[in-house]
């Protein structure tokens, strides 16, 4: 079946902004006497999960609400708004060259509204994608299939004639539960578990070389 659709996740796909999420978070957590270990790292990566701020706050010795570690965060600044953001190399030929085939592009991330179209216009992208789910916008993040569902509704899409390119576990699962083909972006350079994944792509230069059997469905997913 040919694609119509193709939805991006946006951190680690379409810009690589992981590490210094991270970076910025611990920033603000170390105010309360808190350090981030490498599995507390790998278990934010595509999510925005409350619980898991909320088991980091127990940490402190001292008692530390949301609010508290919100305003810190404010304090410290973010990826978003701070930092030099730039696309991955590739990535912006990829969504025009897709969007000049006649098919639609949306882009469905946990990040909020704020900081992902601060993002997007800083690096004159927001014109790329015919619909924009963030993490504020569903009652659910990801792993749960919520984001890419509402993205899918509002494109009039079938899922089966969608690919998702994502980069984490939690993103590639949200998307196959969701009825999509999954392209795992392996780019920013993280390890991730991507086994749930249809497709392996390494770099979008290459995927431009795949791009025309995937679209079509001539390319067999990996086993």
Request: charged share 25%; aromatic share 6%; with cysteine.
């Amino acid at each position: 079946m040919e694609t119509e659709f193709v939805l991006f996740d946006f951190d680690g796909v379409i810009a690589n902004t992981e590490e210094s999420n991270a970076a910025y978070l611990e920033k603000a957590l170390s105010a309360f006497g808190i350090q981030l270990t490498d599995k507390d790292r790998n278990a934010l990566i595509g999510t925005n999960d409350k619980t898991r701020i909320r088991s980091l706050l127990s940490r402190s010795s001292v008692r530390v609400t949301e609010e508290d570690l919100a305003n810190k965060r404010r304090q410290v600044g973010n990826t978003y708004e701070n930092s030099c953001i730039r696309p991955f190399p590739g990535v912006v030929s990829l969504i025009q060259d897709i969007r000049g085939r006649g098919i639609k592009t949306g882009l469905v991330t946990s990040t909020s509204t704020r900081l992902i179209m601060i993002a997007l216009n800083r690096m004159k992208m927001t014109a790329l994608f015919d619909v924009i789910v963030c993490g504020d916008m569903c009652a659910n993040g990801k792993p749960d299939p919520e984001c890419y569902k509402t993205a899918m509704h509002y494109l009039g899409a079938d899922p089966r004639k969608c690919i998702v390119f994502e980069d984490s576990a939690v993103g590639i699962h949200a998307a196959k539960q969701a009825g999509a083909r999954v392209a795992a972006y392996r780019g920013s350079g993280i390890p991730q578990d991507v086994r749930e994944a249809d497709f392996v792509v390494d770099s979008y230069e290459a995927c431009r070389d795949m791009l025309d059997g995937i679209i079509q469905g001539r390319m067999k997913p990996c086993t």
